[in-house]
């Protein structure tokens, strides 16, 4: 190409010699797939299997249309309507190799903040077979603790008292159900992607309190009716850097304005359960199975937690990246004997994996010098994220007389972190976090009550009363004020 090119079906043309592009005719693709949450692991993992299955299969009806439902979605809407939908997916290996291609599986798009009824017609229309989320941790609406519906959520009581005016997801969905209910269609199945043990159990338990709020014969439909299959996502996606859309630019001449970043490796494990039919993506690499939970738990509690460790404690130390915690020798031991000696011996069995060469590819993906995965991304979030990935772990030990060190010094970082937010060489951490002000606010009540920070049952339950876990982190915490030095902290807890 002499000139740049813009990114959109138009342009395809131009782009093929350079780049691949969709096999498919898109134009011919339906709807079967409403997808709630168009962020970058989404059209890494999902959306890349289903551009896989569309280029293998002549099925025309498993196109996806996204949706976003918050006002923060505005920006990516207005990207995906200039580009058709398409986006670039770029594999970058620890080689330095980057193989990039154009994804033409999501074909719509939709935002919910503006246009509710055309959710609202898509999802509940007779093409669409399964509405998939990718909301994180926080999208769920509970508390981690109890497990029970937060019924306080404004948008919720805004919902219930409105029920033809949804906000949250769980308005969309029971007002989209509603509708297929009264026209005596087939319900969609509700597939939860996100990073929460026993997804689809969360997403069915958590709709069904509230529709019960609302419709008792239509939460006995959902209950009889649609189906929630669990299931495991494993693909790390990194948050685009204009340095992407540079490469692109100079290497294909090519302008996407939000390309997607991620590495190699690629997993999903689903349950095997569907409402309405289902693709067929164990043609394109995905596993079916009867149960999801031992695998889920495997990957929550060593690859989520593990990032959480390093980038807690990476923070501390003043490292910006994975791959920089993982160059650093007490960091790499410190992951390690974190995964075996804590993590490993509260896993389920994982029939037909080994945990030693599981381990052994996280220290090479966690590794990977051209993903540079940011620990301002790693550590935004942590309230939602340690209540799933990291405390259940620690409650788990202590109930079986396990080592639980290094999680209490991550638990112990993460109070300061929130106290001071600076590393050890007193410059600023970002954090990011939507409980951040009273994660501040319990850490600094540390200076007089030094249980404070771990006294917010919301998030860490009671393990304030556990005399064992009190003890170490109480000594821990109060090293770690006396001195920032992570490397020092952990190099003693190795020796």
């Not at 996806?64 to 997916?89: A, P």
């Not at 980057?98 to 246009?115: A, P, R, T, V």
């Not at 494993?234 to 859309?245: L, M």
Request: aromatic share 10%; net charge negative; charged share 25%.
């Amino acid at each position: 190409m002499k000139n740049t090119v813009a990114l959109n079906q138009k342009n395809l043309v131009q782009i093929k010699d350079y780049i691949p592009i969709p096999k498919f005719d898109r134009r011919g693709l339906k709807c079967g797939i409403v997808h709630i949450g168009i962020g970058g692991f989404h059209r890494a993992h999902q959306a890349f299997y289903t551009h896989k299955l569309l280029e293998l299969s002549n099925s025309q009806k498993w196109g996806i249309c996204g949706v976003g439902l918050r006002e923060g979605d505005i920006d990516m809407y207005k990207v995906f309507k200039r580009q058709d939908n398409l986006y670039t997916l770029m594999v970058k290996h620890p080689n330095g190799k980057i193989e990039s291609q154009i994804i033409g599986s999501i074909i719509d798009f939709k935002l919910g903040c503006n246009d509710s009824k055309s959710v609202l017609e898509q999802m509940a229309h007779p093409d669409t077979k399964i509405v998939s989320l990718t909301i994180t941790e926080g999208g769920y609406n509970f508390n981690p603790v109890t497990s029970e519906f937060n019924f306080d959520n404004p948008d919720i009581q805004h919902e219930l008292k409105n029920p033809h005016e949804p906000r949250t997801v769980y308005g969309y969905l029971t007002t989209a159900l509603r509708k297929r209910f009264n026209a005596k269609l087939s319900p969609f199945t509700i597939m939860s992607c996100d990073n929460i043990e026993h997804n689809g159990d969360v997403a069915r338990n958590m709709l069904l309190s509230f529709v019960k709020r609302q419709n008792q014969d239509l939460a006995n439909w959902i209950e009889s009716e649609v189906s929630f299959p669990n299931s495991m996502v494993d693909r790390i996606t990194p948050v685009t850097k204009k340095a992407d859309i540079a490469y692109l630019k100079k290497t294909y001449e090519i302008i996407d304005e939000w390309p997607v970043t991620c590495e190699p490796f690629i997993q999903w494990v689903i349950e095997d359960k569907f409402s309405n039919g289902r693709p067929e993506f164990e043609k394109v690499g995905a596993q079916f199975v009867p149960d999801v939970k031992p695998y889920e738990k495997m990957k929550l509690r060593l690859l989520n937690a593990g990032h959480s460790v390093l980038g807690i404690l990476g923070a501390i130390q003043g490292f910006q990246t994975i791959n920089e915690c993982m160059e650093d020798e007490i960091f790499l031991a410190c992951l390690r004997r974190f995964m075996d000696t804590e993590a490993t011996p509260v896993l389920d069995e994982v029939i037909g994996v080994d945990l030693d060469s599981y381990k052994d590819s996280l220290e090479e993906r966690f590794s990977n010098p051209n993903i540079k995965d940011s620990l301002s991304r790693i550590c935004s979030e942590s309230s939602a994220k340690l209540p799933k990935f990291l405390i259940p772990t620690i409650q788990e030990s202590l109930a079986n007389d396990g080592s639980i060190e290094i999680a209490t010094l991550v638990i112990a970082a993460w109070c300061y972190y929130s106290d001071k937010g600076i590393d050890k060489n007193g410059q600023p951490i970002e954090v990011c976090d939507a409980l951040s002000s009273e994660l501040h606010q319990a850490a600094k009540r540390t200076k007089t009550d030094p249980l404070a920070f771990i006294k917010q049952e919301s998030i860490f339950g009671d393990l304030f009363k556990n005399e064992r876990f009190v003890t170490l982190y109480g000594s821990t915490l109060q090293r770690i004020y006396e001195d920032q030095n992570i490397k020092v902290h952990i190099r003693n807890l190795l020796q």
